[in-house]
T-cell receptor, first 110, second 113 residues
Framework: GQQVMQIPQYQHVQEGEDFTTYCNSS?????IQWYKQRPGGHPVFLIQ?????EVKKQKRLTFQFGEAKKNSSLHITATQTTDVGTYFC??????????FGKGTSLLVTP | NAGVTQTPKFQVLKTGQSMTLQCAQD?????MSWYRQDPGMGLRLIHY???????DQGEVPNGYNVSRSTTEDFPLRLLSAAPSQTSVYFC????????????FGSGTQLSVL
């Protein structure tokens, strides 16, 4: 089964509102990655977090890795219509195979 | 560089037919993998390869075969298609091991009737 659990499954926001998706694991992760998939497109790599407590920012996107390296979050400040898509977290427990969460689908209404 | 190229983009099969989904990358990546994506299920790993001549099973390998004769190519074979294999298939590659940044192809939408 999936190594990482992601919530919520869906989120519908008004443009300008904030958005957060969470990724949780029962085991300690060596690292975690985040991907974005636009409707009809393919997943595109956003970022990788490696260190305990790590926080990285990409413009309006903030990524966090928990202190225990068992959870992670992606926060988008002041959403825009261009943020629409599905956001996936992904992690590996073997060093070889990357397993994805089920994703959070974000809909932004103008 | 073309990156990861998947063919075909769309395919319709009848139950019991066989076919091969093609995947090629021109980035000299050692790691290649196949995922299927179904509504509400996210991306599930079918098979992966850490180098030419080496393959291994992922989460949902049944009904699929793979081989890796060259670094560039990683075809996915359906020997006897079933309606449960209707899905969108993505090939992905990365430099080094599978826990590195993945580059995805544009996907193949497969329908099995």
């Amino acid at each position: 089964g999936q190594q990482v659990m992601q919530i919520p499954q869906y989120q519908h926001v008004q443009e300008g509102e904030d958005f957060t998706t969470y990724c949780n694991s029962s085991t300690t992760l060596s690292n975690i990655q985040w991907y974005k998939q636009r409707p009809g497109g393919h997943p595109v790599f956003l970022i990788q977090l490696v260190k305990s407590g790590e926080v990285k920012k990409q413009k309006r996107l903030t990524f966090q890795f928990g202190e225990a390296k068992k959870n992670s979050s992606l926060h988008i400040t002041a959403t825009q219509t261009t943020d629409v898509g599905t956001y996936f977290c992904a992690a590996s427990n073997s060093g070889y195979a990357l397993n994805f969460g089920k994703g959070t689908s974000l809909l932004v209404t103008p | 560089n073309a990156g990861v190229t998947q063919t075909p983009k769309f395919q319709v099969l009848k139950t019991g037919q066989s076919m091969t989904l093609q995947c090629a990358q021109d980035m000299n990546h050692e790691y290649m993998s196949w995922y299927r994506q179904d509504p509400g299920m996210g991306l599930r790993l079918i098979h992966y390869s850490v180098g030419a001549g080496i393959t291994d099973q992922g989460e949902v390998p049944n009904g699929y075969n793979v081989s890796r004769s060259t670094t560039e190519d990683f075809p996915l074979r359906l020997l006897s298609a079933a309606p449960s294999q209707t899905s969108v298939y993505f090939c992905a590659s990365s430099q080094g091991q599978g826990n590195q940044k993945l580059f995805f192809g544009s996907g193949t939408q497969l329908s099995v009737l």
